[in-house]
């Protein structure tokens, strides 16, 4: 929700002197919050710490037991028509730091200034009051952005309008669904004309269609705002940022415009050798499955893009008839890319007791990163499978192009006359 930023370590310019279009709008420098694992610890602590305080003893501390830091010593600047992506597993630090740019949280060290007006979306329903009605919030919440009645009565109905809330403008907060908090969130931070949008990973709660809004939204109004853009969707992040900070225990473990390479250190966490077996008539056991003649290091098989690969399976049957193998390749975020269609020969001098399969791909084309398979092994496919394995075998593409789409394909391409 739209909020203003406090005075002191979080300074605000409020000179709305923003007109030129490159002018840093966000400036954090060693930004430091620590947190307590434990409550009583935590209030005690606290105590020791307001007693200090009017002692005059405010020296820095070190961590004392049972505290952490949630984040650590983060510095970037932000210029107007810029989007930063903060990425990160759970718990990394990513919510923590948006509170404190948008003040909800004073930091432990560290200086945040912020120019102009600052729009937040970060916690579902946190800047809204649940009593009032949807239009009384959005006047509350045009009010502490500093316009006046009159301007919030010109912007009322685009905000109505883009929420797509008519019907409910008038129903207390506090019984909205989820979507809808976010719809009017979203509305009023984006419609308010912001210098500044903070936006957490509630964008998520929305469905498809008002996402799809809020992102052409967010192309529009880029060019004159400073973004910073918290998400767990990859694919979102890499369409909108162009810098971007990996967080890990409250650390920047990557920082940069390489938006593509952080993307990637941030998958490779998920890298899984957890092999599922879901379903079993135990008539078949999946022997070995490999990639011939590639490394296999840090759990994965190690391809260079456009290489021809021959993945090998043996099983172990029981039954009479050939069963036929089926290959789905899924992305790290878990979108299928690729179904490997198995051979349709005819073998009947071979032993069915024992399998050798091998799939043969020319010149494979997924671009950089890591990939997991699926097998199903059974009559035909889709139809009564024999054996079921999930995570049977994961892969990485490497090359040195950052290219983020599922397919980076090499094209015969001609100039016409
Ligand atoms: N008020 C608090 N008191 C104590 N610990 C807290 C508090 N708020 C957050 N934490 C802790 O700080 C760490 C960072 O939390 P934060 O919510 O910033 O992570 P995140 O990166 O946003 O995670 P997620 O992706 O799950 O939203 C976590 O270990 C969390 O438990």
Not at 18 to 42: I, Q, R
Not at 43 to 66: M, Q, T
Not at 267 to 280: E, G, M, P, Q, W
Not at 286 to 308: A, E, M, R, T, V
Request: charged letters at 25%; hydrophobic letters at 40%.
């Amino acid at each position: 929700m739209p909020k203003l930023m406090k005075e002191q370590e979080i300074a605000v310019a409020e000179d709305k002197e923003v007109a030129t279009s490159k002018e840093t709008l966000v400036e954090v420098t060693g930004l430091s919050k620590k947190f307590c694992k434990d409550l009583k610890t935590s209030l005690w602590y606290g105590v020791k710490d307001l007693i200090a305080g009017y002692s005059g003893n405010k020296k820095k501390r070190e961590l004392r037991p049972k505290e952490f830091w949630a984040v650590k010593d983060i510095s970037f600047t932000l210029k107007r028509g810029e989007c930063l992506g903060l990425i990160g597993h759970n718990g990394a630090g990513k919510s923590t730091l948006l509170k404190i740019l948008n003040g909800l949280i004073n930091p432990d060290e560290g200086k945040v200034v912020m120019r102009g007006r600052v729009g937040a979306l970060i916690e579902l329903g946190a800047g809204f009051n649940p009593v009032l009605s949807g239009r009384e919030n959005i006047y509350n919440n045009g009010a502490i952005l500093g316009f006046t009645r009159k301007e919030i009565d010109e912007k009322l109905q685009h905000i109505i309008d883009f929420a797509e809330l008519e019907e409910f403008i008038d129903m207390p907060v506090r019984n909205y669904s989820s979507g809808m908090k976010v719809r009017l969130g979203f509305a009023v931070a984006a419609q308010m004309e912001p210098d500044v949008l903070i936006i957490d990973e509630v964008l998520a709660v929305g469905d498809l269609g008002f996402v799809l809004k809020c992102f052409k939204t967010i192309d529009t109004i880029l060019p004159n705002t400073a973004i910073i853009f918290v998400s767990h969707s990859m694919p979102m992040v890499s369409r909108i940022c162009n810098q971007i900070i990996l967080m890990d225990k409250g650390q920047a473990k990557f920082q940069g415009e390489d938006v593509s390479k952080a993307i990637d250190l941030y998958y490779t966490r998920f890298a899984s050798n957890d092999v599922k077996i879901l379903y079993t008539d135990n008539n078949i056991v999946l022997d070995y499955i490999h990639i011939k003649s590639h490394d296999f290091s840090d759990g994965l098989f190690q391809i260079n893009w456009n290489d021809d690969i021959q993945i090998e399976l043996k099983i172990t049957s029981k039954l009479d008839k050939i069963p036929v193998p089926y290959i789905t390749i899924f992305d790290k975020e878990q979108r299928p890319v690729a179904q490997l269609e198995p051979f349709d020969g005819i073998f009947e001098s071979i032993d069915k007791r024992n399998l050798t399969y091998v799939f043969y791909v020319k010149n494979l084309q997924l671009s950089k990163g890591i990939y997991n398979m699926n097998l199903i092994v059974g009559k035909a496919y889709g139809k009564n499978p024999f054996l079921r394995i999930n995570d049977v075998l994961s892969f990485q593409v490497k090359h040195n192009l950052d290219v983020w789409p599922p397919l980076l394909i090499k094209t015969k391409t001609t100039l016409a006359k």
